[in-house]
């Protein structure tokens, strides 16, 4: 069983950064793809970012410029780190893991950003 833990939520004003960390137990972390969802309340949870296990990346087009996924194998950690934030990137966000069939998620982290 991989456990999956983010961190780093909060509260933040409007323009703001925050960098959101999630660590995933297991030896085989380096080969997993690594997503961020969120949900805003009354929505539904949303693709935010992903990286491969190559490294590659992709981004809702709500985020692309804003926002950076990236990975650190050595501590089984992907970070996302969230620059010039809105109000309306106020959200619970989850870190997903997933590898072959088997997929992981966390438990989220909240994100509030104050106009």
């Known amino acids: 069983q991989v456990r999956v833990v983010e961190s780093g939520g909060g509260l933040v004003q409007a323009g703001g950064s925050l960098r959101l960390s999630c660590a995933a137990s297991?030896?085989?972390?380096?080969?997993?793809?690594m997503d961020w969802y969120r949900q805003a309340p009354g929505k539904q949870r949303e693709l935010v970012a992903t990286?491969?296990?190559?490294?590659?990346?992709n981004y809702a087009d709500s985020v692309k410029g804003r926002f950076t996924i990236s990975r650190d194998n050595a501590k089984n950690t992907v970070y996302l780190q969230m620059n010039s934030l809105k109000p309306e990137d106020t959200a619970v966000y989850y870190c997903?893991?997933?590898?072959?069939?088997?997929?992981?998620w966390g438990q989220g982290t909240q994100v509030t950003v104050s106009s």
């Open positions: 297991g030896s085989i972390f380096r080969f997993f793809a």
């Open positions: 990286i491969t296990s190559g490294g590659s990346t």
């Open positions: 997903h893991a997933r590898v072959v069939s088997y997929d992981y």
